[in-house]
C-alpha cells in the first residue's frame, strides 16, 4: 500500500466515524425528546440538578416505587 493509498483509506475511516458517531447522537436525542412528550420521564427535573444540588435536596425519583413497577410490568 503506497502512502497515498493509506491517507485515502484514513479519510474514508473518520468519515464513516463521523457519521456513525452523529447518527447514534441523533438517536439519542431523538429517543429523549419522545419519553419526554410521552410523559415517561421528565428530563427537566435532572437538568434542576445543576442548580440544585445540595445534601439536602430531595431525591427525584423513589428507588423503591421504580423496582416495584418493573416487577409488575414483567
Do not use: C, W
Not at 447518527?23 to 419526554?36: G, H, L, P, T, V
Amino acid at each position: 500500500m503506497s502512502h497515498q493509498e493509506i491517507v485515502d483509506l484514513q479519510g474514508y475511516l473518520k468519515f464513516f466515524l463521523i457519521l456513525a458517531v452523529f447518527i447514534i447522537f441523533y438517536a439519542y436525542a431523538y429517543s429523549i425528546y419522545k419519553r419526554d412528550k410521552k410523559g415517561e420521564r421528565d428530563f427537566e427535573k435532572y437538568s434542576d440538578l445543576v442548580h440544585d444540588d445540595s445534601i439536602e435536596s430531595k431525591p427525584l425519583e423513589d428507588r423503591n416505587n421504580n423496582l416495584d413497577e418493573n416487577k409488575k410490568e414483567k
